[in-house]
């Protein structure tokens, strides 16, 4: 009898909480401002199912993960922070994969892909692509810095229609490293930021979005522990795009890969 009871309290809890009951953001984060993240991109199939996070860097080109060519990305969708609310005839661009030639997987490291867009995107309030660093980063130990996506909203959980946007500390490499050494040696082009030291981070689905410090993209969101998601663990790793500036420029002049 009692234990009826704990269950029909448990239940009206959870139903006048709602779906707030579960949380509905990347990992203890929020919905991002409408106004703002202009430069996101969600990287999907040929179904039209959300893939992978991405960047527009240029009116032509979008940055994401490479590890993200296994789930055949066929176009992005730019323009709307809501997936629930999307028209393919001026939100959908095909695309054409850049893969970096060296990657094989991402804990080895050159995690990091350009997509040729079909035609170029319409720079308007709803699209603006964002900054790279020009040169190599320096960034302080626990900087706030943010990522973004439509990941999933715990471990084993389901993706997010709506952008979700939160802020993780910056980590230094050494310490990361370290952290990481039981599991994975990481390869020396990686940052990390979020997921130790804090219950903040990143989940899968998120992949190839930014790590935004400073109003710059300086990383690519590349893997976890484990798809493990449940933070603090061990630090997030992102590709750090500084390492790859040259190759970038060489196809953004290119206008091709």
């Known amino acids: 009898m009692m234990h009826a009871l704990h269950m029909f309290l448990l239940f009206h809890l959870l139903t006048c909480l709602g779906p707030n009951a579960l949380g509905s953001e990347i990992i203890n984060g929020k919905n991002a401002p409408e106004a703002l ?4 991109a969600s990287v999907q199939n040929n179904m039209g199912d959300h893939i992978c996070g991405g960047f527009l860097i240029r009116e032509d080109f979008v940055l994401t993960a490479a590890h993200c060519i296994r789930s055949n990305p066929t176009s992005v969708v730019l323009g709307t922070h809501n997936l629930k609310k999307v028209d393919n005839r001026t939100m959908r661009y095909n695309v054409k994969t850049c893969k970096h030639p060296s990657f094989k997987n991402e804990r080895q490291g050159n ?76 390869p020396d ?63 953004l002049k290119k206008k091709n890969c």
């Open 37 to 40: 993240m202009l430069y996101m």
């Open 189 to 251: 082009d990686v940052i990390c930021a979020g997921g130790y030291g804090t219950k903040n981070g990143f989940c899968q689905g998120d992949s190839g979005g930014p790590l935004v410090c400073g109003g710059e993209a300086v990383g690519v969101v590349s893997f976890n522990m484990n798809r493990n998601c449940d933070y603090p663990n061990v630090p997030n790793v992102y590709t750090n795009i500084s390492k790859y500036l040259k190759w970038i420029k060489d196809i």
């Open 111 to 186: 995690d990091i892909m350009l997509l040729k867009l079909s035609k170029n995107a319409r720079l308007d309030k709803r699209v603006k692509p964002i900054r790279l660093p020009k040169t190599v980063i320096k960034i302080k130990d626990n900087a706030k810095c943010r990522v973004v996506g439509w990941g999933f909203i715990r471990t084993g959980g389901e993706l997010s229609n709506k952008l979700q946007v939160v802020d993780v500390p910056f980590v230094n490499l050494t310490v990361c490293k370290t952290r990481w050494r039981p599991l994975n040696e990481l």
